[in-house]
């Protein structure tokens, strides 16, 4: 069983920046793709990023070129860093877990967060 724990989330301006951390309680994490979903109030999931075990990267074309992903393996963490956000990246931002070693959209996930917050402003 692998537990996941998101923090990083807050209330920023538009155009500004947060770092959002996904911390695994398990040294197995390592097996896993890690990918960052987001849901709006009223919308659907939406994935955002998602990188593998060999730290290959895959973006959602709404995030590309401003948010990047990084995972560190001894530390057992999966950062998303995110700039020049806009109030339409507003959201509930969960990590999952998934056993298939893709960067890109998987369903279903293994394992959830759950959740952290972000809030730009206008």
């Known amino acids: 069983q692998v537990q996941l724990v998101e923090s990083g989330g807050g209330l920023v301006q538009t155009g500004g920046s947060l770092r959002l951390s996904c911390a695994a309680s398990e040294r197995t994490f390592g097996n896993y793709a890690i990918h960052w979903i987001r849901q709006a109030p009223g919308k659907d999931r939406e994935f955002v990023a998602g990188?593998?075990?060999?730290?290959?990267?895959y973006y959602a074309d709404s995030v590309k070129g401003r948010f990047t992903i990084s995972r560190d393996i001894p530390k057992n963490t999966v950062d998303l860093q995110m700039n020049s956000l806009k109030p339409e990246d507003t959201a509930a931002y969960y990590c999952?877990?998934?056993?298939?070693?893709?960067?890109?959209?998987?369903?279903?996930?293994?394992?959830w967060g759950q959740g952290t917050q972000v809030t730009v402003s206008s």
């Open positions: 990188i593998t075990y060999g730290r290959i990267t």
């Open positions: 999952a877990a998934t056993v298939k070693n893709e960067p890109s959209p998987v369903s279903p996930y293994d394992y």
